[in-house]
């Protein structure tokens, strides 16, 4: 350990420079503009801190204003993941719409045009792109945050992303290293594995990490998930093999390493959030990500644990030194790319950007021929919330007149689930039925539910708001049409209504 780092206060100051706390409420308590001023890393926005934009641009302001370009990071991907727009969902398409266009200029555009508004918004640091091959179907977390089952198709979309993101003076974070594509769980609730040899991993899960480093992208972050024959019982996050010795060793990165949410499950239920920070800056993380719903209490004691661990001799002062250095100078990065800041409506962040809007309708695909709408009647299937997501509106309700939308959980018990179907189909009598599902692959009772409706109407319309893995059963006798929109972004549900031919009333 460095002489300087002895003394507390600046030993203090190291530890608050590898840290972005959240924070609860639409404005910054006193807590955080002290913690600022005093050599805090930034902080991480999420949704309960957005309300709009002119109050997020204030919000940003008066922290700015508090330090020297401060890390303002937010988790905006666009399509199903959004912050800046939780409260009627993303005007851009997710990566799953991107990649089933496969056009990498209208990705970079699009990600250009996302990484504006963060800018115009205050925010410098995106926790996007999601990089993962979703090779799993089923997989619970990723899924349309995904550009595909493909390494390559992702590794260009990918690159491109982190491009566009980057151009509009936003860093991109590509996560979630070294893959969380082809798993079955959910890392917000139990540590999931990717039970694969590394020769696999190299040609599956890497591809794409390799090509956002060569296109220069400024941050990645690693999942908690464990690889055995890479990490051991260790998740990523905590692995130093994962981190050091394959993520800049063997691939070179040279940015900075931003850790998930260490309030996750997979790392918080084993080893509590304190003892997580500690064991992630170990294994090579530079900035700590602490999780959404955290709050004054626990930035204090993620900061103690990291200046007891480096007293006691755990953490060597010079690592964190290091990672202190890193987080400097993606500041310093994002200082001299800082676009000049202007008012919210002078900067056209009031507005959706049109390109999302065309990207969402170059992403759908329609099977079969749609029927001009009589009297439509629309059931929207709804599944329990994603994670990763949170609750955002979706679906085409916007875009009717009253009467004319229904609404069935998923969760709905089998036996109720057949009655409400029998009721709705007998209420669509001469009308057009159109039924819509979101990953309904992953939703049995929605996909069951939707049959019972098919085998009752074959000539309803399917609209498929996630993945278009499941499609009706046409040996039932369906003979209607089908149209994946490949997400559920405000963009995306728009861009079906118009091929729908609903009109908003």
């Known amino acids: 350990m460095t002489q300087e780092l002895q003394a507390d206060p600046v030993l203090g100051r190291l530890a608050d420079s590898v840290l972005i706390p959240p924070f609860p409420g639409a404005r910054e308590p006193g807590w955080v503009r002290a913690a600022l001023t005093g050599g805090l890393a930034g902080v991480t926005l999420y949704g309960p801190n957005v309300e709009d934009n002119n109050q997020l641009a204030a919000l940003t302001a008066r922290l ?139 040609a599956r899960d890497l591809p794409p990490f390799e090509a956002a480093i060569a296109a220069g992208v400024r941050a990645i972050m690693p999942s908690h998930l464990r690889v055995p024959e890479l990490t051991g019982e260790l998740p990523a996050s905590l692995s130093r093999r994962a981190q050091t010795d394959l993520l800049r060793g063997e691939l070179g990165f040279t940015g900075v390493i931003v850790s998930d949410g260490l309030e996750m499950q997979a790392v918080s239920e084993r080893y509590g959030i304190p003892e997580a920070a500690v064991l992630a800056v170990m294994a090579g993380t530079d900035l700590l990500c602490l999780g959404r719903e955290q709050d004054q209490l626990s930035f204090l004691a993620v900061k103690s644990a990291l200046l007891e661990a480096v007293r006691s001799g755990r953490l060597r002062g010079e690592r964190l030194e290091e990672a202190a250095a890193r987080v400097a100078g993606l500041r310093a990065w994002m200082a001299a790319v800082a676009p000049v800041a202007g008012s919210p409506a002078a900067a056209g962040v009031t507005a959706a950007d049109p390109i999302g809007l065309a990207a969402a309708r170059r992403a759908i695909s329609v099977s079969g021929t749609l029927p001009p709408p009589s009297q439509p009647l629309v059931v929207q299937f709804v599944p329990p919330s994603n994670l990763a997501a949170g609750t955002v509106p979706w679906g085409l309700r916007p875009y009717l007149p009253a009467g004319s939308y229904r609404e069935v959980s998923t969760g709905t018990p089998p036996a109720s689930l057949a009655d409400v179907v029998a009721g709705i189909v007998a209420e669509a009598d001469g009308r057009t039925l159109i039924v819509v599902v979101r990953d309904a692959h992953r939703h049995p009772a929605a996909a069951a539910a939707a049959e019972l409706m098919l085998a009752a109407r074959p000539d309803a319309v399917v609209v498929e708001m996630g993945l278009p893995v499941w499609r009706p059963d046409s040996a039932n006798g369906w003979h209607g049409s089908y149209v994946a929109t490949y997400g559920a972004a405000r963009s995306n549900s728009r861009a079906a209504a118009e091929v729908l031919s609903l009109t908003a009333p």
Do not use: W
């Open 64 to 202: 700015r204003s508090a330090a020297a370009e401060p890390v303002i990071a937010i988790d905006e991907e666009g399509g199903d993941v959004t912050r800046i727009s939780h409260q009627d969902g993303s005007d851009y398409p997710g990566n799953a719409a991107l990649g089933a266009i496969d056009d990498v200029e209208l990705t970079r555009s699009v990600y250009a045009a996302l990484g504006a508004d963060l800018a115009a918004l205050g925010i410098n640091l995106n926790l996007a792109p999601a990089v993962d091959v979703n090779t799993a179907a089923g997989n619970p977390v990723i899924g349309t945050r995904s550009f595909g089952a493909d390494p390559d198709l992702v590794a260009r979309h990918g690159a491109a992303a982190v491009a566009g993101m980057q151009s509009a003076g936003v860093a991109a974070c590509a996560k979630h290293f070294p893959g969380h594509g082809s798993t079955m769980q959910d890392s917000h609730l139990v540590l999931a594995t990717v039970d694969a040899p590394l020769s696999v991993l190299a």
